[in-house]
């Protein structure tokens, strides 16, 4: 070879090399570019998901729509990958049914979400979101057939779960490793039947009995429970299950971890012991009340600090507000066969009764016959402000009014009342109404327990107009109230009016009283409704912080108590007593709380009807239910203790999210 052919040769060798080098250094400023592109997409598109996930979630908790909870994850997706134009969606938002849901939406560069919705019952409903959307190459644009790589990234969502929110929980370890004992025991008879789900952090142990769950049982270390079965949630039936029913079933694994609810703050002065007083007033303790005697007590609104713990063996305790003569939930002009203020040896229900009285100086009413209905008032106060309740109408009773005449009220006194509304039917309506507000009567004295003076009858031994309410004998006990309505209430411009508000004259009453929950119960309170409309006196009302009756939910709940019981004391109520009280959103639906410091050993008997509206939140001591009278109740919040024990005949417990602390937000669950 000569020397002028070697440049030419090498020259054609680096070629090669700088080509083959351009190539290496191409690929690798497209994996250094697109790469992090590529990277930087798939993280947005996870973070996208996620958030939608949780949005989903989170919708579907605050207004129960599936539809919205789907279009804010649509919503929340586009707008944390900056899409600002509307997807094209198929088959559209919907909930999903025995099936689940699936929509996809597309957006008009061509990303895509797909939400896949499944209404998964005692696990709540669950958000499967995916996305996928497509990467424009650069410098690895010449490296490729020029198709463009589809990204994609998933997240699951869940929310409404019933094993945060109970019905029933034990915290302690016992019956699993290693500990003794049990979390839960059954040792009595019948079957304890729960809607929700139970939850252990041990081991359940049926011991006699039966345990019937309409939701999930968790027991951390057993795989099955014997004597326990599950049933159809949220119905109660048994399976099969049908749509849109859900069949529970018993895990293990899961450990539940303690709330931490926070101590309840105790406003009020230091109180004594209760005497003859009726009405009882929020604040401080010092001395167990040790309730022995067959009497009423009514528990005005705020924190009671049971200091040295809250023994009640025989008295009746509420801070349900009731009108005199409940009615029959199937006929107005009958009473209540079962009076709430009635039983338990005690008769403190009142009554009222109508005659026509002659009058003069142009205060006489129209003629005919006019049906009255009376409704307890009383004010209870929360952070300095005052709050209207008014309990559901009394039975409606007639009297005929002549020439001259204005109609008389007599009624006897209720617990908790401190003045009574009185609403009144023009002739010839009578008892179908509709009812306007005439007048109000107050309290003039404070009642006080077997007070028989004052009493609207002549004496202590009934009222002898047969109101079957079951009264007669001590039917003034608590004192009562006399009135005449003559033409300045009753007169020519009176008119029963809907528009009126709720105590401006000629104003419709609260709703109803509906049917009890089973043979021999007291009626229940009116449901929930708009406005001023539905309940006024009791857990189903809400009021805004103006005092103004809204629509539930909302931030109070008039008249609503909390039991707080320190370290040092208990809860103890026999099966001769009966404590039925309810809580509210400004107490975060907590009924009973005790601290953590606090592990004594409560007792929650009843003797026939008894409720703790709300939670009852004991973490370190142990509750014993020993009737099955304890939660006489539409709903409860629940019940977690370190260990439970049912004994006697086994109660029911129902479970229900508007009774209950704020539930858990949305979590991911993958």
Not at 221 to 243: D, F, I, K, L, N
Request: proline residues 7%; negative net charge.
């Amino acid at each position: 070879m000569s020397a002028a052919g070697k440049p030419g040769g090498q020259s054609g060798q680096a070629i090669v090399l700088i080509a083959i080098m351009l190539t290496v250094l191409i690929g690798m400023t497209a994996i250094a570019i697109d790469g992090a592109r590529a990277y930087a997409l798939r993280r947005d598109l996870q973070a996208a998901v996620d958030s939608a996930a949780l949005a989903a979630a989170d919708k579907l908790q605050q207004t129960g729509n599936y539809a919205t909870a789907e279009q804010a994850a649509a919503d929340v997706f586009a707008s944390n990958v900056r899409l600002y134009t509307g997807p094209s969606c198929s088959p559209g938002f919907g909930a999903p049914g025995a099936t689940p849901w699936t929509v996809t939406c597309t957006y008009s560069d061509g990303t895509a979400i797909t939400e896949v919705v499944r209404a998964a019952g005692p696990q709540g409903s669950q958000f499967t979101i995916s996305a996928t959307r497509s990467l424009q190459l650069e410098f690895a644009r010449i490296l490729s057939n020029g198709t463009s790589p589809v990204l994609g990234s998933s997240a699951m969502g869940n929310v409404n779960n019933l094993v945060y929110t109970p019905a029933v929980a034990a915290l302690g370890p016992g019956g699993c490793g290693g500990a003794g004992g049990t979390a839960i025991t059954l040792s009595g008879s019948g079957t304890l039947n729960v809607n929700g789900d139970v939850v252990a952090n041990g081991s359940i142990t049926v011991a006699t009995g039966a345990l019937r769950v309409a939701g999930d049982v968790y027991s951390r270390c057993q795989s099955s429970v014997a004597g326990a079965t599950t049933a159809c949630y949220p119905s109660g039936a048994s399976s099969p299950c049908a749509y849109p029913d859900i069949v529970g079933a018993t895990r293990s694994g899961f450990r539940l971890a303690d709330p931490n609810y926070p101590a309840p703050t105790v406003v009020g002065s230091s109180e004594s012991r209760p005497g003859r007083d009726v009405n009882l007033s929020a604040g401080t303790y010092a001395v167990n009340p040790n309730l022995t005697t067959n009497v009423c007590y009514f528990l005005g609104g705020g924190v009671y600090a049971w200091q040295a713990g809250y023994a009640n063996s025989a008295a009746l305790v509420s801070n349900e507000l009731k009108p005199p003569d409940e009615p029959s939930s199937s006929n107005n002009q009958n009473a209540a066969p079962r009076q709430f203020w009635n039983g338990d040896g005690v008769n403190c229900a009142g009554s009222f009764m109508l005659a026509a009285q002659g009058v003069g100086g142009g205060l006489a009413i129209q003629r005919g016959t006019w049906a009255i209905e009376i409704t307890s008032v009383r004010t209870d106060s929360h952070n300095g402000l005052t709050y209207t309740r008014e309990s559901a109408p009394s039975m409606c009773r007639t009297v005929s009014v002549s020439t001259g005449q204005a109609i008389q009220v007599q009624l006897s006194n209720v617990p908790g009342a401190t003045s009574f509304n009185v609403y009144a039917s023009l002739p010839p309506n009578g008892c179908a109404g509709p009812f306007g507000l005439a007048g109000s009567i107050a309290v003039a004295v404070p009642v006080r327990n077997n007070d028989t003076s004052g009493c609207p009858f002549g004496s202590a031994q009934g009222n002898g107009h047969g109101n079957g309410n079951g009264n007669n004998g001590d039917n003034c006990s608590l004192g009562g109230e006399d009135a005449v309505f003559n033409a300045i209430q009753l007169g020519p411009l009176f008119v029963p009016n809907l528009l009126a508000q709720a105590g401006v004259s000629g104003a419709y009453p609260p709703d109803s009283e509906t049917a009890p929950l089973g043979a021999g119960l007291p009626n229940q309170n009116p449901p929930r409704r708009a406005g001023s409309a539905g309940d006024r006196a009791n857990e189903n009302n809400c009021e805004s912080t103006a005092g103004v009756y809204i629509t539930c939910s909302g931030p109070i709940t008039p008249g609503a108590v909390e039991f707080f019981v320190p370290s040092g004391g208990c809860l103890s109520t026999s099966n001769s007593a009966d404590t039925y009280i309810f809580t509210g959103y400004q107490y975060n639906w907590v009924a009973v709380f005790e601290p953590p410091a606090n592990a004594c050993a409560n007792t929650l008997g009843a003797t026939s009807n008894s409720a703790y509206i709300g939670l009852v939140y004991m973490p370190s001591a142990t509750a014993t239910v020993s009737s099955p009278y304890t939660f006489e109740s539409t709903g409860v919040g629940g019940l977690i203790a370190s260990r439970v024990t049912f004994t006697g005949t086994m109660p029911s417990i129902t479970y229900n999210a508007s009774y209950a602390p704020v539930p858990p937000a949305s979590r991911l669950t993958s």
